[in-house]
Nanobody, 126 residues
């Protein structure tokens, strides 16, 4: 059973930085893609970044140039470095993972991931 545990959230002023981590367990011998999503109050959950098991990343346009996604396969850990944070980045951030087989890992949308963390709050004040 896959478990995902996020850490590193908190409160920061606009322009500041935070680094989120997601520790994964239970992957076994399968390859998994991993991703970060976020959900602000009253809004739908949106994909932020996805990274495949070979390290190929993709970032959504709204955070491109400010956020960087990476993973350490030896540690089964996913990271999200968030710089130049804005108040509109305030949201609950979720780590997600999916085995690299259909229908998973086909894009940066909720249905492409099977396993989810509990989420961690990021608050950016102006």
């Amino acid at each position: 059973q896959v478990q995902l545990v996020e850490s590193g959230g908190g409160s920061v002023q606009a322009g500041g930085s935070l680094r989120l981590s997601c520790a994964a367990s239970g992957f076994g011998s399968e390859s998994y893609c991993m991703a970060w999503f976020r959900q602000a109050p009253g809004k739908e959950r949106e994909g932020v970044a996805i990274i495949d098991s070979d390290g190929l990343p993709s970032i959504t346009d709204s955070v491109k140039g400010r956020f960087t996604v990476s993973r350490d396969n030896a540690k089964n850990t996913l990271y999200l470095q968030m710089d130049s944070l804005k108040p509109e980045d305030t949201a609950m951030y979720f780590c997600a993972a999916g085995p690299r087989r259909w229908p998973y890992c086909s894009g940066l949308y909720r249905g492409a991931f099977r396993d989810w963390g509990q989420g961690i709050q990021v608050t950016v004040s102006s």
